[in-house]
DNA sequence: CAGTCGCAAATTTGATCATATTCTAGGGTC
DNA sequence: GACCCTAGAATATGATCAAATTTGCGACTG
């Protein structure tokens, strides 16, 4: 296992090659997570194959994956769509990041090296930038791995698994709600975590993940619930 | 567009003849869940076209998903195995399926109809049938469908998920530990469980599912942890 | 006479298989 | 002991079959 002193490398093409059912799942989540494909939209094969230039099998691989992660919905007949969100899932997943942010959170924050904190204010800064020109995908992208280089920090796999699965079911909804309201009015307590993060302080550095996520969640929420629907 | 008021079906020959890549995934599931498959046992490909006598892309269909949800571990290098559990693995689970358990069994509480008691109550009887006879393959299978029930009940998909998800990777362990335990003294809440759902208590209800989940999880903890390791 | 409902053909899409290619691992040789 | 060679397994492609949705045509009804 530990036996890596020098490795054989007979050909220096590329050491590290993903296989394309990787990527074409990397690739598709991203557009899924960052809402380049709108909830109830259809997901095909073929669409994909000819979309992403790719072969057959490798799409119906990361389908089957993303299926399995919660971030596309088999609809009975061989139908599927990216899934819309109702009041009742909102519920849900709002009560499985209460534990699952205010744990990773603390459990972050216990383990913070510099090297994670100047990563994590980085992302920050990049996302402030996002918002103040009103870069809504930018702002997506930044928001997200911001939080998921606290689930890497947080050195737990199963949860941070978990809480990633939620990420990819609230994601396109969330930037469904964004498009709706705009950039201006997000809240952003990235500000109160960092600072208690620095302080070490693992029980704030929870109140603060969970109370950012809520904030998002509840917009989430007030957007998508039929309270005032027009169409 | 919103036309799909009525689906008109005009042949029940079969009523619903479910893919292959699905029936494929549904018997290396409980292969896995029940512990057929040993944790740390490698899961091949072809091995599973042979021994399931079906067509290799959907036994690849069928591991993916697998991988998807935890219960298989991809191992860099195109090797499939079950995973082992780690001291820190079971921490995990046992976080969340503390509020995981508290919250599915709280709702399911409140939903309960005379028929779900009814279904839960012969689930019970014959896991304690299963155990008096020492037959521990039957136990696993009772104990898992007594639980997916109540999940079912709840009527809360997003968590329910991440519960089978749960059960899937903690599943062989569990195996592992009854074969090590026996079925002698293998806890028993789901007496207090059912009493609580009869009087519609759902904290009750709630606190039963926990106890019972800890106590399993401890005899997990406790068998698998290298306190005292002899192989 | 026009509009609508229903049946059926056609197209689109998903599922499966056989096969070629590539990569990893293990054993043999220098 | 290190390097190469072979074998086996996984990855990826394209073709083919089956199913379902859509659409078009015709008949019936208001």
């Excluded at 530990?2 to 490398?9: C, E, L, T």
């Excluded at 072969?55 to 992660?69: F, Q, S, W």
Aim: net charge negative; charged share 25%.
């Amino acid at each position: 296992m530990d036996g890596n002193a020098q490795k054989v490398i007979g050909k220096e093409t590329g050491s590290a090659r993903p296989p394309a059912h990787e990527l074409i799942y990397r690739k598709l989540r991203e557009q899924i997570l960052f809402g380049e494909i709108a909830p109830g939209q259809p997901v095909t094969i073929q669409g994909l194959t000819e979309r992403l230039e790719a072969g057959m099998t490798p799409v119906r691989e990361a389908i089957r994956r993303l299926i399995a992660e919660g971030a596309l919905d088999f609809q009975g007949n061989r139908r599927v769509i990216v899934p819309l969100l109702t009041a009742e899932n909102i519920a849900e997943i709002i009560y499985a990041r209460q534990w699952l942010e205010s744990d990773l959170g603390a459990r972050a924050t216990q383990r913070a090296t510099p090297a994670d904190l100047a990563d994590l204010t980085r992302l920050d800064a990049a996302l402030d930038q996002a918002i103040s020109r009103g870069d809504l995908q930018a702002y997506l992208e930044y928001n997200y791995r911001f939080h998921a280089r606290i689930y890497q920090m947080a050195d737990a796999p199963i949860l941070a698994s978990m809480a990633e699965g939620l990420w990819l079911r609230f994601g396109p909804s969330l930037r469904v709600v964004c498009g709706r309201l705009g950039t201006q009015n997000l809240p952003d307590l990235h500000k109160d975590l960092l600072a208690a993060m620095r302080a070490g302080d693992a029980e704030a550095a929870a109140r603060a993940c969970q109370q950012d996520m809520l904030q998002g969640m509840e917009q989430v929420r007030g957007v998508l619930t039929p309270n005032a629907v027009s169409d």
